[in-house]
């Protein structure tokens, strides 16, 4: 009975560390995707796909709390071309939707959500591409929202995983809208 008990404590353990961790979401920066206080399944495994929603670590240590995580939406893959104008998204040339802006987009009408830019206007970028191994990366919030536009681009390297699941508060529990 014992050993059983270890054992079980030890998948516990290994599944939590290296497959799926739970966490809470901090501030505003992804509404109306998730808000302040929603508690979110952290997937380690599999691979990062256009407009998944991320963690990391904060890349900016001076404006950031200690061991701080940020949860962001993917805008831009390696190589893409990034830019907004009129409040629209284009990657690679292609005018893009979000659907998951589109009740902020309405509560906002008669102002713009995103304000334009290309990947040139952003920190540390010489390029109107994302460089290979990085991220571009935005919070749904845009006016709310500390993400690529002010620290720049995410390595491949930090981003800890995915989430797609919202296990808490219960009557908003369950997948997150991609962009499908």
Do not use: C
Request: zero cysteines.
């Amino acid at each position: 009975m014992l050993f059983s008990v270890a054992i079980a404590y030890i998948l516990f353990l290994l599944i939590r560390a290296y497959l799926f961790f739970p966490l809470q979401v901090v501030g505003p920066s992804m509404y109306p995707t998730l808000q302040d206080g929603d508690r979110l399944i952290l997937n380690r495994l599999g691979s990062i796909d256009r407009f998944d929603v991320v963690v990391f670590p904060a890349p900016d240590p001076e404006g950031a709390k200690e061991n701080e995580e940020y949860v962001k939406r993917i805008i831009g893959m390696p190589g893409d071309e990034i830019v907004y104008l009129d409040d629209l998204l284009y990657v690679n040339g292609e005018a893009v939707e979000e659907h998951y802006l589109e009740s902020l987009q309405a509560e906002k009408e008669d102002s713009t959500l995103t304000p334009d830019f290309t990947l040139m206007d952003i920190p540390e970028s010489d390029s109107y591409q994302v460089p290979e191994g990085m991220y571009f990366v935005m919070g749904d919030n845009r006016s709310r929202s500390k993400d690529s536009r002010v620290f720049g681009f995410v390595s491949e390297e930090l981003i800890e995983g995915t989430t797609s699941l919202r296990i808490w508060p219960l009557n908003r529990a369950g997948f997150l809208e991609k962009n499908e």
